[in-house]
């Protein structure tokens, strides 16, 4: 029950900073930023920071031509949550990925939502299959021969290191 309320309040965290941040980039606590994914089959990064803290997105797509992508990053109040979202701001995209890899640095990944697009084709994300992502301390990782090539919208939560005196 306790790992279903850290969950819980991590989620809660995450759409309440989600919920309440611009996206023009204005707030101190949350940023939110356009990037291009290109396809063409070779690995790209895009990275935003705040304070000590990076999210990375590195991938491999296919198909169509460069679409407009959105990446947030943002902080709680305490300091205590780094998150990061990646999305197509547009709805469906015409790009599939072939790898992905998200790396959170200053954290301690502690929840991920990873989603894909409905078979039918829809506006609605469906939750990626947890066998198709691998989650370790700082990076969430396509897992190789079990990714399908259709992630939507990440989000990660991490919990951030801090030194204790």
Known sequence: MARFTDC?????????????????????RTTTVEFDVKP???????SQ???????????????????????SVGLSEDDKLFFCSVWRPQGKSYLFFTQFK??????EIKHVNAYSQTAAGGQKNVFLPAEEYI???????????KFNAQ?????????TLHDEL
């Open 40 to 46: 063409g089959g070779v690995a790209h990064s895009f």
């Open 102 to 107: 998200a790396e959170l640095k200053g954290t």
């Open 151 to 159: 992630l939507s919208k990440l989000t990660v939560i991490g919990r």
């Open 135 to 145: 989650i370790d301390r700082s990076t969430v990782t396509h897992n190789e021969g």
């Open 8 to 28: 819980f309040v991590l989620y809660s965290a995450v759409l309440l900073l989600v919920s309440v941040s611009p996206t023009d980039g204005s707030s101190e």
């Open 49 to 71: 920071t705040m304070g000590d803290h990076e999210c990375t997105f590195t991938y491999v797509s296919q198909g169509g031509t460069n679409e407009q992508w959105m990446m």
